[in-house]
């Protein structure tokens, strides 16, 4: 009997993330410095949405209970703009020069792109516990309204400084933030459009990978 010795869909997204950790350090062995050093932070909030999902997979009982799966889709959706926020790091580029640029391309991406992974199969698995409960039509509606959230959630963290656990923490500066945005869209015609574009492209994203791993089970 032959026994099946490949790596899971976990497993490779866990050496994926380790691969970039062994950049990271790399650097600061060779440089002396700690530049990039808030990216394995930003990767650790990454993996909370994902690994939110890939327990309430193995719990779909939960799914049973309204209240139960109301607040860890609550809890879920406050994490997963982490997931996509890595792309923004990017920005960080064009102010380091010490290490090659090509280096630093790579060792960016590579956590952008575990970061990405750990959304889209988190929320790939959202999808699957909606439409097993309400149909395949009200999980795609889910999909797009959280891409549009995940991209307003990425602009807050971005560019207003806020964290997920902000709405405990500072929840009256943050509402009144996105009052803002809501009450005086044409004033913060930057602030939407980042959100539109990003929601977009993520949207197509999502949707690119589905179609490709229709034949992989997540």
């Given at each position: 009997?032959?026994?099946?010795h490949?790596?899971?869909l976990?497993q490779?997204?866990?050496?994926?993330a380790?691969?970039?950790?062994?950049l990271?350090?790399?650097?600061m062995?060779?440089?002396r410095?700690?530049?990039?050093?808030?990216?394995?932070w930003?990767?650790?909030?990454a993996?909370?949405p994902?690994c939110?999902?890939?327990?309430?997979?193995?719990?779909p009982?939960?799914?049973?209970?309204?209240?139960?799966?109301?607040?860890?889709?609550?809890?879920?959706m406050?994490?997963?703009?982490?997931?996509?926020y890595?792309?923004?790091?990017?920005?960080?580029?064009r102010?380091?020069?010490?290490a090659?640029r090509?280096?630093d391309?790579l060792l960016?991406?590579?956590?952008?792109?575990?970061g990405?992974?750990?959304?889209?199969?988190?929320?790939?698995?959202v999808?699957l516990?909606?439409?097993?409960d309400?149909?395949?039509?009200?999980?795609?509606?889910l999909?797009?309204?959280?891409m549009?959230l995940?991209?307003?959630?990425?602009y807050?963290?971005?560019?207003?400084?806020?964290?997920s656990?902000?709405i405990?923490?500072d929840?009256?500066?943050?509402m009144?933030?996105?009052?803002?945005?809501v009450?005086?869209?044409m004033?913060?015609w930057y602030?939407?459009?980042?959100?539109?574009?990003y929601?977009?492209?993520?949207t197509?994203?999502?949707?690119?990978?589905?179609?490709?791993?229709?034949s992989?089970?997540?």
């Amino acid at each position: 009997m032959k026994t099946n010795h490949s790596l899971s869909l976990h497993q490779w997204l866990l050496a994926s993330a380790v691969f970039s950790c062994g950049l990271l350090a790399t650097r600061m062995i060779v440089t002396r410095t700690i530049e990039y050093v808030f990216l394995p932070w930003n990767l650790f909030l990454a993996f909370i949405p994902y690994c939110i999902t890939r327990w309430m997979s193995a719990r779909p009982d939960l799914f049973e209970h309204r209240l139960k799966r109301f607040a860890l889709l609550a809890i879920w959706m406050l994490f997963i703009p982490n997931a996509f926020y890595i792309i923004t790091d990017l920005f960080h580029l064009r102010n380091v020069h010490s290490a090659p640029r090509w280096y630093d391309l790579l060792l960016i991406f590579s956590f952008a792109w575990n970061g990405i992974l750990c959304g889209i199969i988190s929320l790939r698995r959202v999808e699957l516990l909606i439409g097993l409960d309400r149909g395949p039509a009200y999980s795609m509606l889910l999909i797009f309204a959280v891409m549009w959230l995940n991209a307003l959630g990425i602009y807050i963290g971005r560019y207003l400084r806020f964290n997920s656990w902000d709405i405990v923490t500072d929840p009256f500066n943050l509402m009144v933030e996105i009052g803002d945005l809501v009450i005086n869209p044409m004033d913060n015609w930057y602030a939407w459009g980042m959100t539109g574009t990003y929601a977009v492209f993520m949207t197509l994203l999502y949707l690119s990978f589905k179609k490709m791993g229709e034949s992989f089970r997540i």
